[in-house]
């Protein structure tokens, strides 16, 4: 069983940064391709980024090119989601999650394991 914990959100002003990180524990990431979606209240999960945890290659949603870094560091076993130039569309719970293999999913269903959330509110 895979733990993911989320961590680093915040109340930040439009134009600022957040770091956010995924912890893993009870199973490294290993063999894990790991995503990044939010949920803006009202409306669905949404697909942020997504690294494969091997080979470390990377995919973005459009709206997060160029502004979102998605990285991973495996001596901590954790995956972080950088993100500056936030806007107050950006506001939202995200969430990370994990599932097994190498293959890229931007889909939440795919996923099989799930942190629980963290809140960035970008005000304007």
């Known amino acids: 069983q895979v733990q993911l914990v989320e961590s680093g959100g915040g109340l930040v002003q439009a134009g600022g940064s957040l770091s956010l990180s995924c912890a893993a524990s009870?199973?490294?990431?290993?063999?894990?391709?790991v995503g990044w979606f939010r949920q803006a209240p009202g409306k669905e999960r949404e697909f942020v980024a997504t690294?494969?945890?091997?080979?470390?290659?990377?995919y973005y949603a459009d709206y997060a090119k160029g502004r979102f870094t998605i990285s991973r560091d495996n001596a901590k076993n954790t995956v972080y989601l950088q993100m500056n130039s936030l806007k107050p569309e950006d506001t939202a719970v995200y969430y990370c999650?994990?599932?097994?293999?190498?293959?890229?999913?931007?889909?939440?269903?795919?996923?099989?394991?799930w942190g629980q959330g963290t809140q960035v509110t970008v005000s304007s």
């Open positions: 999650a994990s599932r097994r293999g190498t293959i890229i999913g931007t889909t939440p269903r795919v996923y099989d394991y």
């Open positions: 009870g199973r490294t990431f290993r063999g894990n391709v």
């Open positions: 690294i494969t945890w091997s080979a470390g290659s990377t």
